[in-house]
């Protein structure tokens, strides 16, 4: 095929499955008009539905999130931690900075940024009941043992595996880039019926809530930026004027590709981060910060074990309701797009290489993160600043608040509007070409249109929700759109586990000539591989490598 042919091909996009596309829109519309026409009931309705998911279920949230991060471990260390994502010869398609850095910013750039200062300062005025008295420096403690815990190991375990079982399925066995291919292990060629169609469904609704958690926390952010730096009010009117504006950047983003957009966003992301983190190491409390991480790393790592199990079965619920269930329930509902993203970008490598770099490398940035900022805000509230009354308000304010007390508070105020802008529009232009991709059999390159169509309903339901009741009708509908896709989840695993051991034993796999474990093949020669070259014959079955986002197709390069 020409590539001229091929980027026609690209600018097109495939067609869209009907079934698919056509429902779930029509049932995300319909959840948009709830919201606009029916405000109140949507309010009441969601609240409802989330007490009785939490009074019920909490415990198989806090059982299944453990049993993730155990399986990711155990199958890095087993015999099966050798085998390629993608045929034997293979290599990473990605530089591991640029894949750091990308996976990194669709999994919880602007959650981090949100969360940052504000939850640990929250867990000191409020700690986990039965670990601490209120406002102690051992309340300070335990405060950054739970953000690690929060956002740390097990989050990106469950990335993780999710991105693991679709990277398997999609580059080892040749599947499509869809949720339910991974199931074909369990119910063979009902994949592709009905059964498939419902698992793809609702891989799209907890992909739509889940993104709209983000959008909903960032502009929320940024109206809080405003109103600091500008005196600019903050109102829901302007937050959702804040989403129309970056919707349209990120889905002119999500149409540039994987290769342009996403990639130079993430690591612009990652560099003005860095910055932003070094300036407060520096100017902040800088030993506290160096002993308290110190300190509650190994509080955290020794008692990992109680806190992944804890359900407050005997004191406590109502905090772990309101926290690690809430993010447990918050990360399940972006499974779907951050575990296809994560996929998609890590092509080539082993399961072992892929499990410890997703797990390893995002949480020590989470947990230097919490340690910078949340430890800076902590010593600020531990010495008298109040930042709880203001974290109280609003937690889009503890960051901003924090640095108020900081030299530089106008510039690096605005840094932290552009940063959390960037960051919105990278996950969620990762999060609209999922959703497209899903929409279109799993091809890589979706139609614009249906990236277009994603990326305005994904806007619309976070201003719905916002209008609905502000942050926490966003947390309720987030929660309840992961509960169902929490067995899905189950189900991929026992999936994979199933056709792992029907893997024969294999030797270490050997490495071409003149490359060293753990080289990169350069971006610029993906297009020369012989592998990608399958689906260019008209009426063959395109190769397990070429199918699709999943695959890695180059064609928009």
């Not at 504006?245 to 966003?265: C, N």
């Not at 309701?321 to 993203?341: D, H, L």
């Not at 399958?534 to 699709?548: H, S, Y």
Request: glycine residues 10%; contains cysteine.
């Amino acid at each position: 095929m020409s590539n001229a042919t091929t980027e026609k091909k690209s600018a097109v996009g495939a067609r869209s499955d009907p079934a698919v596309l056509y429902l779930s829109v029509t049932l995300a519309a319909l959840f948009v008009a709830w919201g606009v026409f029916f405000t109140d009931n949507l309010a009441r309705v969601a609240d409802a539905t989330l007490g009785r998911i939490i009074e019920n279920f909490g415990w198989l949230f806090v059982l299944a999130i453990a049993g993730f991060v155990l399986l990711a471990v155990s199958l890095a260390l087993s015999r099966f931690g050798d085998i390629r994502l993608g045929k034997d010869h293979e290599r990473p398609e990605f530089r591991t900075a640029s894949w750091v850095a990308m996976m990194f910013s669709a999994g919880m750039g602007i959650g981090l940024m949100f969360y940052g200062a504000s939850e640990p300062v929250m867990h000191v005025s409020s700690p986990p009941p039965g670990t601490a008295e209120a406002g102690t420096r051992q309340a300070a403690r335990v405060a950054l043992e739970y953000s690690y815990f929060h956002w740390a190991i097990h989050p990106w375990a469950l990335y993780g595996v999710a991105g693991l079982v679709l990277a398997y399925f999609g580059f080892r066995k040749g599947g499509s880039n869809l949720i339910s291919c991974a199931f074909r292990p369990l119910i063979g060629d009902r994949v592709d019926g009905p059964v498939g169609k419902s698992i793809d469904i609702l891989a799209i609704f907890a992909t739509l809530f889940g993104s709209a958690v983000s959008l909903g926390l960032g502009a929320m952010q940024i109206n809080s930026g405003l109103d600091a730096v500008w005196g600019i009010r903050s109102s829901t009117a302007l937050a959702v004027s804040i989403i129309a504006v970056l919707t349209v950047l990120f889905v002119l983003s999500a149409l540039s590709g994987v290769h342009r957009g996403i990639q130079w966003l993430s690591n612009g992301n990652m560099v003005l981060a860095g910055v932003l983190l070094a300036f407060v190491f520096v100017a902040g409390p800088t030993v506290f910060i160096l002993n308290s991480q110190t300190e509650a790393l190994g509080g955290y790592l020794a008692s990992l074990p109680e806190m992944s199990f804890r359900t407050g079965a005997f004191g406590g619920g109502e905090w772990l309701s309101g926290w690690t269930v809430f993010y447990w329930a918050w990360w399940i509902s972006w499974t779907p797009f951050v575990g296809m993203f994560i996929a998609r970008i890590s092509r080539g490598r082993t399961i072992r290489q892929f499990i410890f770099g997703v797990i390893l490398a995002p949480s020590l940035v989470s947990v230097v993160w919490f340690a910078v900022l949340g430890g800076t805000a902590m010593n600020q509230e531990l010495h008298g600043a109040r930042l709880s009354e203001a974290v109280a308000t609003g937690e889009e304010a503890g960051l901003f608040a924090t640095l108020a007390n900081l030299p530089w508070f106008p510039v690096t105020s605005v840094a932290v509007i552009i940063l959390v802008g960037l960051f919105f529009v990278s996950g969620a232009d990762a999060a609209s070409l999922v959703l497209a991709t899903l929409s279109c059999r799993g091809s890589a390159n979706p139609s614009r249109v249906v990236v277009i169509l994603w990326g305005a309903l994904t806007g619309l339901v976070a201003a719905v929700l916002l209008l609905a009741g502000g942050l926490e009708a966003v947390k309720q509908v987030a929660v309840i759109a992961a509960f169902p896709f929490l067995f899905v989840m189950i189900g991929m695993c026992v999936s994979l586990v199933k056709a792992l051991r029907a893997e024969p034993r294999r030797e270490r796999s050997p490495e071409p000539a003149g490359v060293e474990e753990g080289d990169e093949q350069p971006d610029d020669k993906a297009d020369d591989k012989p592998d990608d070259k399958a689906d260019d014959k008209p009426g063959e079955q395109p190769a397990p490598v070429a199918t699709g986002v999943l695959a890695g197709s180059r064609t928009d390069d």
